[in-house]
T-cell receptor
Framework: GQQVMQIPQYQHVQEGEDFTTYCNSS?????IQWYKQRPGGHPVFLIQ?????EVKKQKRLTFQFGEAKKNSSLHITATQTTDVGTYFC?????????????FGKGTKLSVIP | IAGITQAPTSQILAAGRRMTLRCTQD?????MYWYRQDLGLGLRLIHY???????GKGEVPDGYSVSRANTDDFPLTLASAVPSQTSVYFC?????????????FGPGTRLTVL
Protein backbone atom coordinates (compact mmCIF):
# COMPACT_ATOMS: atom_id res chain seq x y z
CA GLY A 1 0.00 0.00 0.00
CA GLN A 2 0.89 3.62 -0.21
CA GLN A 3 3.39 4.87 2.33
CA VAL A 4 4.18 8.42 3.29
CA MET A 5 7.43 8.90 5.15
CA GLN A 6 8.15 12.06 7.08
CA ILE A 7 11.47 13.26 8.45
CA PRO A 8 12.71 14.23 10.89
CA GLN A 9 10.55 12.74 13.62
CA TYR A 10 11.61 15.42 16.10
CA GLN A 11 13.24 18.82 15.70
CA HIS A 12 14.36 21.23 18.38
CA VAL A 13 15.21 24.75 17.24
CA GLN A 14 16.12 28.02 18.90
CA GLU A 15 13.50 30.69 18.44
CA GLY A 16 14.31 32.62 15.29
CA GLU A 17 15.94 29.68 13.51
CA ASP A 18 14.42 28.12 10.42
CA PHE A 19 12.76 24.71 10.33
CA THR A 20 12.03 22.26 7.54
CA THR A 21 10.16 18.97 7.49
CA TYR A 22 10.17 16.61 4.53
CA CYS A 23 7.56 14.21 3.25
CA ASN A 24 8.34 11.39 0.81
CA SER A 25 6.01 8.93 -0.86
CA SER A 26 6.78 5.53 -2.33
CA UNK A 27 4.32 6.25 -5.13
CA UNK A 28 3.22 9.27 -7.16
CA UNK A 29 0.71 11.37 -5.29
CA UNK A 30 -2.34 13.10 -6.64
CA UNK A 31 -2.13 15.83 -4.04
CA ILE A 32 -0.70 16.48 -0.62
CA GLN A 33 -2.17 18.14 2.44
CA TRP A 34 -0.46 19.53 5.50
CA TYR A 35 -1.92 19.60 9.01
CA LYS A 36 -0.72 21.06 12.30
CA GLN A 37 -1.47 19.65 15.72
CA ARG A 38 -0.75 21.83 18.73
CA PRO A 39 0.23 20.06 21.97
CA GLY A 40 -2.90 18.53 23.48
CA GLY A 41 -4.94 19.51 20.45
CA HIS A 42 -6.24 17.96 17.29
CA PRO A 43 -4.90 18.13 13.72
CA VAL A 44 -5.95 21.23 11.82
CA PHE A 45 -5.72 21.58 8.05
CA LEU A 46 -3.11 24.07 6.84
CA ILE A 47 -2.88 23.81 3.08
CA GLN A 48 -3.19 21.58 0.04
CA UNK A 49 -0.86 21.25 -2.96
CA UNK A 50 -2.07 19.70 -6.19
CA UNK A 51 0.19 20.72 -9.06
CA UNK A 52 3.66 19.41 -9.83
CA UNK A 53 6.27 21.87 -8.54
CA GLU A 54 3.66 23.95 -6.74
CA VAL A 55 4.81 26.39 -4.07
CA LYS A 56 2.46 28.08 -1.65
CA LYS A 57 3.15 30.50 1.17
CA GLN A 58 1.32 31.33 4.37
CA LYS A 59 3.17 34.14 6.12
CA ARG A 60 6.39 32.49 7.38
CA LEU A 61 5.40 29.02 6.11
CA THR A 62 6.41 27.83 2.64
CA PHE A 63 5.02 24.61 1.21
CA GLN A 64 6.45 22.85 -1.84
CA PHE A 65 5.31 19.90 -3.93
CA GLY A 66 8.00 18.10 -5.86
CA GLU A 67 8.15 18.01 -9.64
CA ALA A 68 7.59 14.25 -9.62
CA LYS A 69 4.78 14.60 -7.06
CA LYS A 70 6.52 12.14 -4.76
CA ASN A 71 7.77 14.55 -2.14
CA SER A 72 6.85 17.71 -0.34
CA SER A 73 8.32 20.04 2.22
CA LEU A 74 7.22 22.58 4.77
CA HIS A 75 9.67 25.34 5.66
CA ILE A 76 9.14 27.78 8.50
CA THR A 77 11.25 30.92 8.50
CA ALA A 78 12.30 32.46 11.81
CA THR A 79 10.37 30.13 14.08
CA GLN A 80 8.30 31.46 16.93
CA THR A 81 6.99 29.72 20.05
CA THR A 82 3.56 29.70 18.44
CA ASP A 83 4.93 27.30 15.81
CA VAL A 84 5.31 24.53 18.40
CA GLY A 85 3.41 21.40 17.50
CA THR A 86 3.43 18.36 15.27
CA TYR A 87 3.23 18.84 11.52
CA PHE A 88 1.71 16.07 9.42
CA CYS A 89 1.71 15.60 5.70
CA UNK A 90 -1.00 13.47 4.12
CA UNK A 91 -1.18 12.28 0.54
CA UNK A 92 -3.67 10.65 -1.78
CA UNK A 93 -2.52 8.24 -4.43
CA UNK A 94 -2.92 8.93 -8.12
CA UNK A 95 -4.08 5.45 -9.10
CA UNK A 96 -7.67 4.33 -9.58
CA UNK A 97 -9.39 3.68 -6.26
CA UNK A 98 -6.58 5.19 -4.18
CA UNK A 99 -8.62 8.01 -2.68
CA UNK A 100 -7.76 7.48 0.94
CA UNK A 101 -5.56 10.03 2.59
CA UNK A 102 -2.42 8.47 4.07
CA PHE A 103 -0.79 10.42 6.89
CA GLY A 104 2.90 10.59 7.60
CA LYS A 105 4.01 9.99 11.19
CA GLY A 106 4.57 13.70 11.72
CA THR A 107 7.43 15.95 12.76
CA LYS A 108 7.26 17.28 16.28
CA LEU A 109 8.70 20.79 16.48
CA SER A 110 9.96 22.27 19.75
CA VAL A 111 11.00 25.90 19.85
CA ILE A 112 13.36 27.02 22.58
CA PRO A 113 12.70 30.65 23.55
CA ILE B 1 -22.84 22.17 17.99
CA ALA B 2 -20.19 23.59 15.69
CA GLY B 3 -17.97 21.18 13.81
CA ILE B 4 -17.24 17.80 15.32
CA THR B 5 -17.80 16.74 18.88
CA GLN B 6 -16.50 13.61 20.57
CA ALA B 7 -17.48 11.98 23.84
CA PRO B 8 -16.17 11.17 26.29
CA THR B 9 -13.13 13.46 26.51
CA SER B 10 -11.27 10.76 28.37
CA GLN B 11 -12.00 7.35 29.82
CA ILE B 12 -10.27 4.73 31.91
CA LEU B 13 -11.57 1.28 31.12
CA ALA B 14 -10.97 -2.18 32.51
CA ALA B 15 -9.77 -4.76 30.02
CA GLY B 16 -12.59 -6.88 28.65
CA ARG B 17 -15.20 -4.15 28.93
CA ARG B 18 -17.21 -2.87 26.00
CA MET B 19 -16.89 0.80 25.12
CA THR B 20 -18.44 3.09 22.54
CA LEU B 21 -16.79 6.34 21.55
CA ARG B 22 -19.23 8.85 20.17
CA CYS B 23 -18.70 11.26 17.31
CA THR B 24 -21.16 13.80 15.93
CA GLN B 25 -20.72 16.38 13.19
CA ASP B 26 -23.05 19.15 12.11
CA UNK B 27 -21.39 20.08 8.84
CA UNK B 28 -23.46 17.66 6.75
CA UNK B 29 -20.26 15.98 5.62
CA UNK B 30 -20.70 12.72 3.80
CA UNK B 31 -17.44 11.10 4.85
CA MET B 32 -16.32 10.31 8.39
CA TYR B 33 -13.26 8.62 9.81
CA TRP B 34 -11.82 7.19 13.00
CA TYR B 35 -8.08 7.41 13.70
CA ARG B 36 -5.94 6.37 16.59
CA GLN B 37 -2.83 8.31 17.51
CA ASP B 38 0.03 6.68 19.34
CA LEU B 39 3.40 8.20 20.13
CA GLY B 40 5.76 7.78 17.21
CA LEU B 41 3.14 6.14 15.00
CA GLY B 42 1.23 9.17 13.78
CA LEU B 43 -2.42 8.89 12.78
CA ARG B 44 -3.63 5.46 11.79
CA LEU B 45 -7.00 4.97 10.14
CA ILE B 46 -9.27 2.47 11.90
CA HIS B 47 -12.52 2.68 9.93
CA TYR B 48 -14.17 5.09 7.57
CA UNK B 49 -17.56 5.77 6.05
CA UNK B 50 -18.03 7.57 2.76
CA UNK B 51 -21.76 8.02 3.23
CA UNK B 52 -24.53 7.07 5.62
CA UNK B 53 -25.16 3.34 5.55
CA UNK B 54 -21.70 2.32 4.34
CA UNK B 55 -18.45 1.69 6.19
CA GLY B 56 -14.99 0.46 5.32
CA LYS B 57 -11.88 -0.87 7.05
CA GLY B 58 -8.76 1.21 7.44
CA GLU B 59 -5.22 0.27 8.34
CA VAL B 60 -5.90 -1.04 11.88
CA PRO B 61 -9.54 -2.24 12.09
CA ASP B 62 -9.13 -5.33 14.31
CA GLY B 63 -10.95 -5.08 17.64
CA TYR B 64 -13.09 -2.15 16.48
CA SER B 65 -16.46 -1.80 14.81
CA VAL B 66 -18.41 1.18 13.49
CA SER B 67 -21.85 2.01 12.22
CA ARG B 68 -23.24 4.91 10.23
CA ALA B 69 -26.99 5.00 10.68
CA ASN B 70 -27.24 8.67 9.68
CA THR B 71 -25.08 11.47 8.28
CA ASP B 72 -24.22 13.08 11.59
CA ASP B 73 -23.13 10.21 13.86
CA PHE B 74 -20.28 7.74 13.57
CA PRO B 75 -19.76 5.75 16.78
CA LEU B 76 -16.73 3.53 17.32
CA THR B 77 -17.16 0.42 19.46
CA LEU B 78 -14.54 -1.64 21.22
CA ALA B 79 -16.30 -4.94 21.88
CA SER B 80 -13.80 -6.19 24.44
CA ALA B 81 -11.10 -3.66 25.23
CA VAL B 82 -7.45 -4.69 25.53
CA PRO B 83 -4.51 -2.65 26.89
CA SER B 84 -3.03 -2.24 23.38
CA GLN B 85 -6.08 -0.14 22.55
CA THR B 86 -4.87 2.54 24.94
CA SER B 87 -4.58 5.56 22.66
CA VAL B 88 -5.97 8.92 21.67
CA TYR B 89 -8.86 8.50 19.25
CA PHE B 90 -9.78 11.17 16.75
CA CYS B 91 -12.91 11.33 14.70
CA UNK B 92 -12.76 13.33 11.48
CA UNK B 93 -15.07 14.25 8.64
CA UNK B 94 -14.82 15.59 5.12
CA UNK B 95 -17.32 16.74 2.55
CA UNK B 96 -16.61 13.68 0.46
CA UNK B 97 -13.91 11.09 -0.05
CA UNK B 98 -12.41 12.73 -3.08
CA UNK B 99 -8.67 13.16 -3.24
CA UNK B 100 -8.79 16.89 -2.53
CA UNK B 101 -11.33 16.79 0.30
CA UNK B 102 -9.81 18.11 3.50
CA UNK B 103 -10.50 16.54 6.84
CA UNK B 104 -11.83 18.25 9.95
CA PHE B 105 -10.91 16.63 13.23
CA GLY B 106 -12.74 16.42 16.52
CA PRO B 107 -11.04 17.19 19.83
CA GLY B 108 -10.22 13.54 20.54
CA THR B 109 -10.92 10.94 23.21
CA ARG B 110 -8.08 9.75 25.43
CA LEU B 111 -8.71 6.11 26.28
CA THR B 112 -6.75 4.09 28.81
CA VAL B 113 -7.37 0.36 29.06
CA LEU B 114 -6.04 -1.27 32.21
Amino acid sequence: GQQVMQIPQYQHVQEGEDFTTYCNSSTTLSNIQWYKQRPGGHPVFLIQLVKSGEVKKQKRLTFQFGEAKKNSSLHITATQTTDVGTYFCAGSGSGAGSYQLTFGKGTKLSVIP
Amino acid sequence: IAGITQAPTSQILAAGRRMTLRCTQDMRHNAMYWYRQDLGLGLRLIHYSNTAGTTGKGEVPDGYSVSRANTDDFPLTLASAVPSQTSVYFCASSLGMGRTDTQYFGPGTRLTVL
